[in-house]
Nanobody, 116 residues
Framework: QVHLVESGGGLVQAGGSLRLSCAASGSHFSINVMAWYRQAPGKQRELVAI???????RYADSVKGRFSISRDNAENTLYLDMNNLKPEDTGVYYC??????????WGLGTQVTVSS
C-alpha cells in the first residue's frame, strides 16, 4: 500500500507560480510511473502531467510550456512546478502513482485557486 500526501496548494494571482509536492510512503512499494491529475469545478478529473521512473514526461496541452513535472526517486517525492497560472488552472490537484505490479494509489488532493 502506497500512501500519498500532496502539499503546496494555495491561492495565487493569474500569472503567478506554485510548486506542488507529493510525498509517497509505505511499508513495501516500488514506484513506476507518477502523475498529477486535477479536477476543476464542474469538470471531470483530468491528467495534467506524467513522469516515468527515468524521467520521461508528458503534459496535457492546456499546461504544456507552463508546468513542469519532476521527481526525486531517492526521497519518493513528486513535484509539479506551475508557472504563468491561469484561472482555469483552479481545481484540486491529485497525486497518482503506479507501482511495478500495476497497482495504483491516489492522494487526497491539494487545492489550487488562481484569481483573475
Amino acid at each position: 500500500q502506497v500512501h500519498l500526501v500532496e502539499s503546496g496548494g494555495g491561492l495565487v494571482q493569474a500569472g503567478g507560480s506554485l510548486r506542488l509536492s507529493c510525498a509517497a510512503s509505505g511499508s513495501h512499494f516500488s514506484i513506476n510511473v507518477m502523475a498529477w491529475y486535477r479536477q476543476a469545478p464542474g469538470k471531470q478529473r483530468e491528467l495534467v502531467a506524467i513522469i516515468s521512473k527515468r524521467g520521461s514526461t508528458r503534459y496535457a496541452d492546456s499546461v504544456k510550456g507552463r508546468f513542469s513535472i519532476s521527481r526525486d526517486n531517492a526521497e519518493n517525492t513528486l513535484y509539479l512546478d506551475m508557472n504563468n497560472l491561469k484561472p482555469e488552472d483552479t481545481g484540486v490537484y491529485y497525486c497518482n502513482v503506479e507501482t511495478t505490479d500495476g497497482g495504483r494509489s491516489w492522494g487526497l488532493g491539494t487545492q489550487v485557486t488562481v484569481s483573475s
